[in-house]
């Protein structure tokens, strides 16, 4: 007698909006959560709100580069500010100090701008924090610099929460598609 071996034969689907493999029992998509039994409109609801959600990606993702350009755009500010120090001061003391702390900050955005990429919101948020405490240290040292290029400061704030806005908005919208 020839030993039968049971098949398992399993009806699967394409999942209509991101074309994954559907057992016939699921109700949503495991992938992207479509409404595989739903109504037409069900179905349709699903799908419009899916492209609203892309295309608010693509306004964030837009919003994240620029806060992350602002970090490299800082690096660059650290950089220039102590070049500057140390024509002005290379006589006095203390301008290795000076000279040497621009560097490290230099240095922190540099890192924090490359690393944004794949950990947006930690850096944005620690680039943030660091460039309020600097601005916060100047004044205490020197009360007239918070009025010094005022403008720009509240420019480069604007660009690190509005990114920070958005790397936030990023994470829900990935938690609730199931995105790694
Ligand atoms: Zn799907």
Redesign the pocket.
């Known amino acids: 007698m020839e030993n039968q071996i049971p098949v398992a034969v399993q009806l699967t689907e394409k999942?209509?909006?991101?074309?994954?493999d559907?057992k016939a029992e699921d109700t949503f998509?495991?992938?992207?959560?479509?409404p595989?039994k739903g109504t037409e409109a069900e179905q349709n609801k699903f799908i419009s709100e899916r492209q609203v959600e892309e295309i608010d990606m693509f306004t964030y993702n837009k919003t994240l580069r620029q806060a992350s350009n602002t970090l490299y755009y800082l690096a660059g500010v650290f950089i220039f500010a102590g070049l500057i120090y140390f024509f002005i001061h290379k006589d006095e003391v203390d301008v290795v100090s000076v000279v040497v702390t621009n560097i490290i900050m230099a240095a922190i955005f540099l890192v924090l701008g490359a690393y944004s990429k794949r950990k947006p919101l930690a850096c944005l948020i620690s680039g943030l924090s660091l460039y309020v405490i600097v601005q916060v240290l100047n004044a205490i040292i020197e009360p007239i610099s918070i009025a010094q290029g005022i403008i720009i400061k509240i420019v480069i704030i604007g660009y690190m929460i509005k990114g920070i806005k958005s790397a936030m908005e990023i994470e829900k919208i990935r938690k609730e598609n199931n995105i790694a």
């Open positions: 999942c209509a909006h991101c074309n994954a559907s998509c495991t992938q992207c959560g479509y595989l």
